[in-house]
């Protein structure tokens, strides 16, 4: 047994990560990373459990070597060099026999959390150690559902040929009005942080016709909740040559390809979170606004016709429509100024909300492409439109007829994962009190 200093031997770091060591492997000389997660003392062997993101095994370590890990505090970071051996274990089906232990990084002790999970930490204290709290398994299975999710959306939205795109974050006047906007200060002039991309992924549609983006998106919410953050991670699509019921179809397949792939990709992350990934089925069901009224009434809720869906409705409506639902044929006057009217019943549009119970997952709708109504919409809802020139200059270039949404990431990440505070889901979430780490 020996404590070697890297460098002593021309050795990779690691041979191996932990996942690809198989009991097949015995008597084969490896090195591997990782970080102890524990430490046994029996009589004269020390028994170490290492983990690293892929997997987790027990190391045996005989000899001198064990005073020095005494001194050693969990969650420090290790080389082991040594050789795989059958083991007696319940828990392992194979065991690594250390010949050398390198320290690599020393964790202090005590820790600000505890990344075992024996001990619970409240969210705040594990936020504020975030790096920290990936060492926990539950923490990392959401991080790798979530890029097994994004990589799931790429790839849906790819096969139907649409084209990721990156539109500015700084933006120079208001796009959507300015209710909860976040202004800075630019070179002397005042700048906002861009709440979607709503005005450039529509432009983009002339050249491009089908685009989509995935990025954070910046909202001043004040309200306090378990879905509102105020950096969102939000994907969005705008498609020339559809309307809104054809981007409802791709939102639908994009759902169930997400929910059929991290289904089968994230096995483990399933079992370490306790959550089973049972993909929907589609079609998902549609109702109208005035459909939900009806609902509502019967539930002793009285709204009139154009009267906006509050928190305490949808939780009402989630309990009737269990999973997920469309509401349809919203009143134009609750929608934004780009949403395109329905042509037979020009008090309704031709938009969607895609709900999960009392959830808010995504809207989206056939939006105008001519601009002499893009005019009149914006007076109508007192913006000014000289405020837009630049982006209705774009409808005077050969604007198709064209149909989009944007869907809360990490909305749909907390209904995946079954955790209803979306701050969870996200690294290092923004919210009025948040600012930091
Ligand atoms: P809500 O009414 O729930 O605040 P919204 O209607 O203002 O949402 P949209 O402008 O329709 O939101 O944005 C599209 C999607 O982006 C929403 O359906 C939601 O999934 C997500 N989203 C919007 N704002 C936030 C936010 N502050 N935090 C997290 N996700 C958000
Ligand atoms: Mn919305």
């Known amino acids: 047994m ?23 492997m015995v008597g084969k000389e490896i090195a591997c990373c990782g970080w102890i997660e524990d430490m ?9 459990t290492v983990r690293d993101v892929t997997g987790i095994a027990q190391v045996i370590v005989k000899e001198e070597a064990q005073k020095y890990l005494e001194e050693l505090p969990r969650q420090s970071v290790i080389r082991i060099k040594g050789k795989v051996q059958e083991t007696k274990a319940k828990d392992f089906s194979f065991e690594i026999n250390a010949q050398s232990i390198e320290l690599l990084a020393k964790a202090v002790h005590p820790l600000p959390i505890d990344p ?6 409240n969210i705040d204290n594990r936020l504020n150690a975030r790096a920290l709290d990936l060492r926990n398994q539950k923490t990392a299975a959401i991080f790798k559902i979530r890029h097994h999710v994004l990589a799931s959306i790429r790839k849906t939205l790819g096969e139907k040929k649409f084209i990721e795109i990156t539109t500015p974050k700084i933006i120079g006047s208001a796009s959507e009005g300015g209710a909860n906007l976040f202004s800075l200060e630019y070179f002397g002039k005042q700048a906002y942080l861009a709440q979607s991309p709503q005005l450039y992924k529509e432009q983009m549609t002339i050249g491009l016709e089908r685009v989509f983006e995935i990025s954070t998106f910046y909202r001043a919410e004040k309200s306090h909740t378990v879905r509102h ?19 409802m179809n791709v939102l639908e397949s994009l759902i169930v390809n997400v929910y059929n792939d991290t289904a089968n990709n994230c096995k483990k992350e399933q079992e370490e979170l306790e959550i089973e990934i049972k993909p929907p089925s589609a079609p998902f069901e549609r109702i109208t606004y005035a459909q939900a009224l009806e609902l509502l009434k019967k539930h002793d809720i009285k709204l009139n016709f154009g009267d906006d869906l509050q928190d305490a409705h949808l939780r009402v409506l989630g309990k009737e429509l269990a999973g997920f639902y469309f509401i349809v044929d919203w009143p134009l006057k609750l929608k934004p100024f780009y949403i395109h009217e329905k042509d037979d019943e020009p008090d309704l549009s031709k938009s969607f909300d895609l709900q ?4 808010e997952l995504s809207s989206g709708g056939t939006r105008l492409h001519s601009p002499e109504k893009i005019k009149s919409r914006l007076k109508e809802q007192g913006l000014d439109p000289s405020k837009f020139a630049d ?28 955790i209803d505070n979306i701050r969870e889901v996200v690294l290092y979430p923004r919210d009025s009190e948040r600012l930091s780490p």
């Open 2 to 24: 020996s404590l070697k200093k890297r460098g002593s031997d021309s050795l990779q770091f690691k041979t191996h990560d932990i996942e690809e060591l198989t009991p097949a």
């Open 40 to 48: 046994r003392k029996l009589g004269k062997m020390t028994f170490l």
């Open 116 to 121: 075992i999970g024996r001990l619970e930490s």
């Open 229 to 247: 953050l105020s950096e969102f991670t939000s994907v969005d699509i705008e498609a020339a040559f559809m309307d809104y019921t054809d981007v």
């Open 356 to 359: 999960f119970g009392y959830l």
């Open 391 to 418: 982006h209705l200059r774009a409808f005077e270039w050969g604007m198709p007829p064209h149909a989009g949404w944007g869907l809360g990431l990490d909305r749909l990440m907390s209904v995946i994962t079954k």
